[in-house]
């Protein structure tokens, strides 16, 4: 089927307003006239490394989180990334979705189907300059300085190999959607024309949000686990048994809220990591440094020794323990 103009005004316009994305196209017609035609980013990606979408320094990230749920990844050996019901924000999605998701059952399929985790980069921990950042962070993200940061090691598993998985940094504000409101505009305008003409670049718009957010400064981990979509995740087992992807309904949440709450259960790195077989294609997490908030100054040493234990036992390697720079600012000690 010979291309039409419509369909390379499609492409040129693509490249033009996403540059470095690689798109991928499924045609269906017959040998006179192609009837319909779909644009998409494939499940690899590495169609994403070359563009903005896809996040360049060095692989380690902070993720703020709680003792409960520092425990609970230690011992079942796994982080737990959350589909987009559980946001903090309900409309985030649609901030930049909505312009390139315009089904609405391809919509709710993102917000179903589409799970993240938020992190941040280490020297938010570090630097002087980002003080007042991290101080709002943890009251935001750690309960005021009783959660816990830790800090993830991706580089057993580089992205350049992931499927399904992408990682880069969140864009903010109403401009970093400004060449998804072109792309729309010209969609629309096409709408009528032969032939059908449809582009899912569902996965870059869960990397915009509304420049209220940009004190986070987030890196978000995604995995896109939907069902309306061209090439369907890859599955991994192991004797028999399912190791990747491995989602769940979390009861406590769903039962508060109209829409169902899922997680992803992505495996971190341990002793006995090699049994699991995954060619490096998804995200190997090592957990390199644990960091306790500033609430934790009377009874940090207890704390620290039992997640000492906990680690030696469930992950066979003991990460760096510490105290929040922040411990002695916060209590006004010396």
Not at 205 to 222: G, N, P, T, V, W
Request: hydrophobic share 35%; proline share 3%.
């Amino acid at each position: 089927m010979k291309q039409t103009s419509k369909e390379k005004k499609i492409i040129e316009e693509i490249n033009r307003l996403i540059p470095n994305v690689t798109i991928n196209s499924q045609r269906a017609g017959n040998i006179n006239e192609v009837i319909q035609a779909h644009y998409f980013i494939s499940t690899e990606n590495v169609h994403l490394i070359n563009s903005e979408y896809s996040y360049k320094g060095k692989l380690n990230f902070i993720h703020f989180t709680n003792l409960i749920a520092v425990q609970s990844i230690i011992t079942e050996r796994n982080l737990r990334l959350y589909n987009l019901r559980n946001l903090n924000d309900p409309r985030e999605y649609s901030f930049a979705g909505d312009l390139i998701t315009l089904d609405k059952d391809k919509r709710k399929d993102a917000k179903d189907n589409f799970y993240l985790l938020s992190m941040c980069k280490t020297e938010l921990l570090t630097s002087r300059a980002t003080t007042e950042i991290e101080f709002n962070m943890w009251r935001l993200y750690c309960n005021n300085g009783q959660g816990i940061a830790l800090e993830l090691n991706f580089d057993e598993s580089p992205p350049v190999n992931w499927e399904d998985y992408f990682l880069s940094k969140v864009l903010y504000g109403a401009s970093s959607k400004t060449n998804l409101k072109e792309l729309n505009k010209l969609l629309s305008q096409l709408e009528n024309e032969k032939p059908q003409v449809s582009a899912d670049l569902g996965q870059i718009a869960c990397f915009h949000k509304s420049r209220l957010f940009k004190l986070e400064q987030e890196i978000r981990l995604l995995f896109d686990n939907r069902i309306n979509k061209v090439i369907g995740a890859t599955t991994y087992g192991f004797k028999g048994e399912t190791t990747s992807p491995i989602t769940r309904t979390d009861i406590s949440k769903s039962s508060t809220v109209e829409n169902e709450i899922k997680y992803l259960e992505l495996p971190i790195y341990h002793s006995d990591f090699k049994a699991i077989s995954t060619k490096g294609t998804i995200p190997i997490p090592k957990i390199e440094k644990i960091i306790l908030g500033y609430q934790f100054k009377d009874n940090f040493q207890k704390v620290a020794t039992h997640l000492e234990t906990l680690c030696n036992k469930r992950l066979g390697y003991i990460p760096k323990i510490e105290q929040s720079r922040l411990t002695n600012w916060y209590h006004d000690t010396p």
